[in-house]
């Protein structure tokens, strides 16, 4: 479904990611693990036109994403929820759902989804007129899911919806990934919790440095060894 060749994207002389190429099949939650500024994010980035890679190609259902603007990635199905939330906090919930819908035209259909949303997040419901940045952590990264979902993507890519949050909502967090790709929806996912990424992933790439140094399923790399590497890199010591 989507297909990374060899990308190369750099700040300025800096390559944050030096030939990476990694797969997303249909159907399935592929993650991404890897310490603190190994590349995760710039390669959610890259993916979704918020970068451009200096080199490589980003194929999606067949089609090059590269040199495609960030709206138009939406418009191929592919929808991002960011590091860090990043909900429009002066809006309101419902807002800031109707914002993840800025592509689509049917109101219809963009209403039945919004009810669709407060059902599956009945919390967003009972907020839904509240600014978005009154809500709590957990809150704004269900919101922050929610929206992504308002543009209907077939691949949802999804990058550290953890972070910081409670064990309890992580939990939660972790269920509505498992719920959404039972439903149809394709997941990419950067994690830092390494225990609950392997639970729920059908494949899973490490990233150390800029360079992928393991791709394979669960239960090919000892757990220890995974944490160890995606917490530390291997190349400590
Ligand atoms: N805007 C930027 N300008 C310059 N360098 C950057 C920028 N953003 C990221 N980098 C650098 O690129 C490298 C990869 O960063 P990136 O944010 O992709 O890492 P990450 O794997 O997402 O880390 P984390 O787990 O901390 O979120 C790091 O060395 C970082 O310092
Ligand atoms: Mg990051």
Do not use: W
């Amino acid at each position: 479904m989507l297909r990374v060749g060899d990308v190369v994207t750099a700040y300025g002389q800096l390559e944050a990611l030096k030939g990476v190429s990694v797969a997303a099949e249909s159907g399935k939650i592929t993650c991404l693990l890897g310490p603190n500024g190994a590349g995760k994010t710039t390669l959610m980035m890259t993916v979704t036109g918020l970068l451009k890679p200096k080199r490589g190609s980003i194929a999606f259902e067949g089609q090059e994403l590269v040199g495609l603007s960030p709206s138009e990635i939406v418009a191929r199905g592919v929808a991002l929820v960011p590091e860090n939330r990043l909900v429009f906090p002066d809006m309101s919930v419902r807002e800031n759902l109707e914002a993840g819908a800025y592509l689509r035209r049917k109101p219809a259909e963009i209403a039945a989804d919004l009810d669709r949303m407060f059902e599956r997040f009945p919390r967003l419901k009972e907020r839904a007129g509240q600014s978005a940045g009154t809500l709590s952590g957990g809150e704004q990264q269900m919101l922050a899911v929610a929206r992504a979902l308002m543009s209907r993507p077939r691949l949802l890519l999804m990058d550290e919806p953890s972070l910081g949050l409670a064990p309890l909502i992580v939990e939660e967090i972790f269920r509505i990934v498992a719920e959404l790709n039972r439903d149809g929806t394709s997941i990419f996912l950067v994690e830092q919790n390494a225990h609950m990424a392997l639970k729920v992933a059908h494949h899973f790439y490490l990233i150390e440095q800029g360079r992928v140094t393991f791709s394979g399923s669960p239960g090919q790399l000892a757990e220890d060894e995974v944490i160890q590497r995606a917490y530390l890199g291997s190349k400590r010591g």
